[in-house]
T-cell receptor, first 114, second 115 residues
């Protein structure tokens, strides 16, 4: 069974204090690992897709990396507007799996204080 | 960029009534759409996979007769919660897969409250 575990469950940072969020996964063949940002009462907003170990992607203050067992979302010099829940999800490989049928982690609630 | 529109964003209904939620892909064709459910401070749980022109595939434990899914066109899928009860109160979110599979787009979600 595919599993995704995110840590920590909640993270409080001061503005400018860089940190990382972790996403550990076990999956039967990884087709893709997705990072999303979710604001309260809203749907997830796409951030990154990573496909293979060693891959990295960046967007503004965010950088996502991938190994064979986990992914990290690095936040550099965060601002209060970065406060949100960050979700990690995996898309398993294998025949017959619908593309888009994601297994989500429980999320990390990030709060950045000014 | 591609956008998925979900409507309504919030609905309050009486127990026993039915509620329809729409999910539209605005500028791309989506052969597959997914419906998720999210309880407060919990992650998204997949309910069903909706394929255009065919019956939806439901995840284990999801009642197909309670959660009716129709995917009549390449841009529209609907989820109808039939005879809703308070325990059906939740945040429902749809997603759609475009032609370029790198990204999966989510709707803005529907908060259902059953009184």
């Amino acid at each position: 069974e595919d599993q995704v575990t995110q840590s920590p469950e909640a993270l409080r940072l001061q503005e400018g204090e860089s940190s990382s969020l972790n996403c550990s996964y076990t999956v039967s063949g990884l087709r893709g690992l997705f990072w999303y940002r979710q604001d309260p009462g809203k749907g997830p907003e796409f951030l990154f897709t990573l496909y293979s170990a060693g891959e990295e992607k960046e967007k503004e203050r965010l950088k996502a990396t991938l190994t064979k067992k986990e992914s990290f979302l690095h936040i550099t010099a965060p601002k209060p507007e970065d406060s949100a829940t960050y979700l990690c999800a995996v898309l398993p490989g294998g025949g017959g799996t619908s593309y888009g049928k994601l297994t989500f982690g429980q999320g990390t609630i990030l709060t950045v204080h000014p | 960029g591609a956008v998925v529109s979900q409507h309504p964003s919030r609905v309050i209904c009486k127990s026993g009534t039915s509620v329809k939620i729409e999910c539209r892909s605005l500028d791309f064709q989506a052969t597959t759409m997914f419906w998720y459910r999210q309880f407060p401070k919990q992650s998204l749980m997949l309910m069903a996979t909706s394929n255009e022109g065919s019956k939806a595939t439901y995840e284990q434990g999801v009642e197909k007769d309670k959660f009716l899914i129709n995917h009549a066109s390449l841009t529209l899928s609907t989820l109808t919660v039939t005879s809703a009860h308070p325990e059906d109160s939740s945040f429902y979110i749809c997603s759609a897969v475009g032609v370029t599979n790198e990204k999966l787009f989510f709707g803005s979600g529907t908060q259902l409250s059953v009184l």
